[in-house]
């Protein structure tokens, strides 16, 4: 191959050229964004950014510059022809010989709750978060549509700067981290002064009064709503041309798209069978994913069948209220779990989680050094796995 197009700026993305150069390759690397700049990373974007310990500058990804990239940004791609094997952008094509799809997903919008910049906003980008942080001031009210990883963080870092927080969700805070981390987290916004609404959608709102109406009756005021409902897979640019999409675009277990000859896709837009949980269909929006299947989204495009299965431990972090919760393997699809530190009632545990008997993953809450014990116990658990 001679000319390899990334289509997405961010994390999988450059992640992709890095191992493409460290593998080797000399050729052609374009990479097409949608975002005007250079790219950045998202996780701090509910934390540091939003409470200001950290500069745009300091959230930049590194070590780009020495990678010869030809950088086409501010550019979303906007089509893609497999026969001709070309990209389209709003002004030109990009021929390609080898393509990685890396464009992520965006934020879900509510119906009724469109954002609008102002009063009403979603966070998935740098410029979401720049502008939410300009709107939390002591005393101005938030209301948080959504009680998953992104609606708690906004919340714990808009409190911390003095604003008055609420949550409404269906579910309670983090249910999605188990029943164990969920109740700690409920007890821990409580304490912190964060009002959550659980078991109840919004159905309507006033924008200039800034009421939210919910489904029991109630109203909640607001001065700045950030609906944090989940995501939706990039996948437009390319519906149409032969690729399959199936809630993501779906690859086999080397990470290449079903449908296309030399088309590679990685990070939060990217589904695939896992064949550490038996070949299990996993689309994974977490960081270290990105990165891991970006690179060996790269050597696939390089060497084919030869480049090894993308076999992946998921693992990922959170931050709220001053805690850092850590996830490592599928804890939730355990039958029985054991305490290996701490104590629920101290808001502080590590809990390693089996199926029939084998240990399938683990969670740390407040106590981050625990991870690198279950991150050990479960490595050890799949190479026992692999060699039986
Ligand atoms: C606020 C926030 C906090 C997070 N916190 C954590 C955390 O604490 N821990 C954790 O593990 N993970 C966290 N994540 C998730 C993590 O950031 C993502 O998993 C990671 O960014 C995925 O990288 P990606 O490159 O696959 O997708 P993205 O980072 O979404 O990048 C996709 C890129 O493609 C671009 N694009 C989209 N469509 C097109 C198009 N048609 N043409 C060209 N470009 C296009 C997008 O603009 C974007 O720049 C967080 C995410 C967010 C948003």
New binding site residues.
């Given amino acids: 191959m001679k000319n390899i197009t990334i289509?997405?700026?961010?994390?999988?993305?450059t992640s992709a050229a890095k191992a493409l150069r460290e593998d080797g390759y000399d050729g052609h690397i374009t990479i097409?964004?949608?975002?005007i700049c250079r790219p950045y990373d998202?996780?701090p974007?509910?934390k540091d950014i939003l409470v200001g310990s950290k500069t745009v500058d300091e959230i930049a990804l590194h070590d780009l510059d020495d990678l010869d990239i030809d950088w086409k940004l501010g550019?979303?791609?906007?089509g893609l022809d497999l026969s001709q094997r070309r990209v389209r952008t709003g002004s030109e094509e990009i021929s390609f010989d080898g393509l990685v799809i890396?464009?992520?997903?965006r934020a879900r919008v509510l119906a009724g709750f469109e954002p609008d910049g102002e009063r009403v906003l979603t966070?998935?980008?740098l410029d979401d978060a720049l502008r939410l942080r300009a709107c939390l001031r002591s005393g101005t009210r938030v209301l948080i549509v959504g009680n998953g990883?992104?609606g708690i963080?906004v919340a714990t870092s808009a409190r911390s700067l003095g604003c008055n927080v609420t949550t409404v969700g269906l579910l309670e805070p983090l249910s999605a981290a188990g029943p164990i981390v969920s109740a700690t987290c409920a007890r821990l916004l409580a304490r912190d002064g964060i009002t959550s609404t659980v078991g109840r959608r919004v159905i309507s709102m006033d924008r200039e009064r800034g009421t939210a109406h919910l489904d029991d009756g109630g109203v909640l005021e607001f001065d700045v709503m950030v609906v944090a409902i989940g995501s939706v897979p990039?996948v437009e640019?390319f519906a149409g041309s032969g690729l399959a999409i199936e809630d993501g675009v779906l690859c086999d277990e080397r990470c290449s798209v079903i449908g296309g000859n030399g088309v590679v896709a990685?990070?939060?837009?990217a589904r695939w069978p896992n064949p550490t949980f038996a070949g299990r269909s996993m689309r994974i929006?977490?960081?270290?994913?990105?990165i891991e299947q970006g690179a060996a989204a790269a050597r696939t495009l390089l060497h084919g069948e030869q480049a090894p299965a993308f076999a992946s431990l998921p693992s990922?972090?959170?931050?709220h209220c001053g805690v850092r919760l850590q996830s490592v393997g599928l804890p939730l699809l355990g039958d029985r779990i054991e305490f290996t530190d701490g104590a629920i009632d101290a808001e502080k545990y590590a809990v390693a989680s089996y199926l029939d008997g084998q240990i399938i993953g683990g969670q740390t809450y407040g106590i981050p050094r625990a991870m690198a014990h279950l991150r050990i116990r479960m490595s050890q658990e799949l190479k026992r796995k692999q060699a039986a």
């Fill in positions: 289509v997405g700026a961010s994390l999988a993305g097409v964004g949608e975002e998202r996780p974007l509910s550019t979303p791609a906007t890396a464009t992520g997903v966070l998935r980008s990883f992104i963080e990039n640019w990685a990070g939060d837009i929006e977490h960081w270290a994913n990105a990922f972090w959170s931050d």
